[in-house]
C-alpha cells in the first residue's frame, strides 16, 4: 500500500494494490501495518461506519466534531467517484485555513485519513457515489459542526451549481466560525 502525507498536517492518502483476474479483483482497503507505519500510531479505535450515497454535483461539508472529544475519519468511495476535500481547521496549526484533495474512485480504493480537528467535504463526480466513514466516535448531531464550503477565503473547488443542503448553505465562514469560538484548536 502506497502512503503520501497531504499537504494539511495529519492527513494521509492511502493508494492500496489491486490484483485483478479474470473472474474480477481482490483489494484490501485497509491494511493496520501500512497505516501504522505512515501515520506514526494504529487506527482509530472504530465506534461508528456510515455511509452516504449523493447524486453528481451533490456538496457535503465542510464538516467536524466539537473538539473535544473531536471524530477522526477513514473515508473511502466504493462507487462512482468524488473529489475528497480535507480542510484545516485547527485553530493554532501551521497549515490552519489551507486544505487538499484527493478523487476517490470506485474502481481505485483511494483512502483518506482525517484526524480529530480537521474539516470533511466532498464533491459526487458522478451519480450514485458512495462514501464510506469509519469513525472514531459515534455521531452526536449537538457535536456536528460545519463551515461554508463556499467560503472565499477557503476558495474550495465547488462549482457555482453545486447542490448544498440546507445546513451547508448557512454554515458559517472561516473567519466567523474563528471568531466565535467554533474551530477546534491545535493544542487539543
Not at 502506497?2 to 495529519?10: C, E, I, N, P, T
Not at 450514485?128 to 460545519?146: N, W
Request: one cysteine or more.
Amino acid at each position: 500500500m502506497k502512503a503520501r502525507a497531504l499537504s494539511v498536517g495529519g492527513a494521509w492518502e492511502f493508494e492500496p494494490e489491486v490484483f485483478p483476474d479474470d473472474r474480477g479483483l481482490f483489494v484490501s482497503p485497509f491494511q493496520h501495518e501500512a497505516f501504522a507505519e505512515a501515520v506514526g500510531a494504529p487506527l482509530f479505535a472504530v465506534a461508528q461506519a456510515s455511509a452516504s450515497v449523493s447524486r453528481r454535483g451533490v456538496a457535503r461539508g465542510v464538516h467536524y466534531a466539537r473538539t473535544a472529544p473531536g471524530c477522526a475519519k477513514y473515508v473511502t468511495c466504493s462507487r462512482g467517484r468524488v473529489l475528497d476535500i480535507v480542510v484545516d481547521l485547527r485553530v493554532g496549526s501551521p497549515t490552519f485555513g489551507t486544505w487538499d484533495s484527493v478523487e476517490l474512485a470506485g474502481d481505485d480504493f483511494r483512502a483518506v485519513y482525517l484526524p480529530p480537528g480537521l474539516g470533511h467535504a466532498f464533491i459526487a463526480l458522478d451519480d450514485h457515489s458512495t462514501v464510506h466513514y469509519l469513525l472514531s466516535r459515534a455521531y452526536e448531531p449537538a457535536d456536528e459542526l460545519a463551515v461554508s464550503l463556499v467560503d472565499p477565503d477557503l476558495a474550495l473547488p465547488v462549482p457555482a451549481d453545486a447542490v448544498l443542503s440546507e445546513r451547508d448553505r448557512i454554515a458559517p465562514g472561516l473567519v466567523l466560525a474563528r471568531d466565535n469560538g467554533l474551530l477546534p484548536v491545535h493544542a487539543a
